[in-house]
């Protein structure tokens, strides 16, 4: 198979959370882009397939948990090998919620973005959600993980 330059695009490794009612889940997304300064917007890219995508498509709100290096496998396989149809991947680690009662992960992570979802666009085989940053905290000063660092650790 021919190389493609699409390969060579940078991306980040984050943690895409939502809560509907009680039921919280949250899955590993490497698109996120803040798209917007006045008001600051980022906009996140999820496979519809997802468990957390379809809570998404009926919650107001979403956090962004920016994985840091540290960031494990075994953090990564649980929100991203696992359906939350089928576990509570949040009982299964510690975590906060912004004021709006959405998890994020307080270790292995840089910082933590809470927004309230303002638009979305079905792109195919993703969605991607717009969000208005409502809070913004830097949580340590790590380097973030990057999609190339991770594809490295898994010898890919």
Known sequence: MEEKA???LT???FLLSTKLGHEMDGCVVDTCIQIAKEP???AVAIENRHYTCELLNH???FCISIMDETCSL?????FGYQTGRETNKFGKIAYETDAKGVPYLTHETCGMISCHIV???DLGSHT????EVVEDKVLSHK?????????KRLGK
Request: aromatic share 12%; glycine share 6%.
């Open 6 to 8: 699409i390969k060579k």
């Open 11 to 13: 991306y980040g490794v």
């Open 40 to 42: 600051e917007r980022v």
């Open 59 to 61: 919650a107001k709100e």
């Open 74 to 78: 075994e953090t990564i396989a649980l």
């Open 119 to 121: 638009d979305k666009k």
């Open 128 to 131: 991607l959600f717009i969000g």
């Open 143 to 151: 380097l973030p993980l990057t999609y190339a660092e991770y594809q």
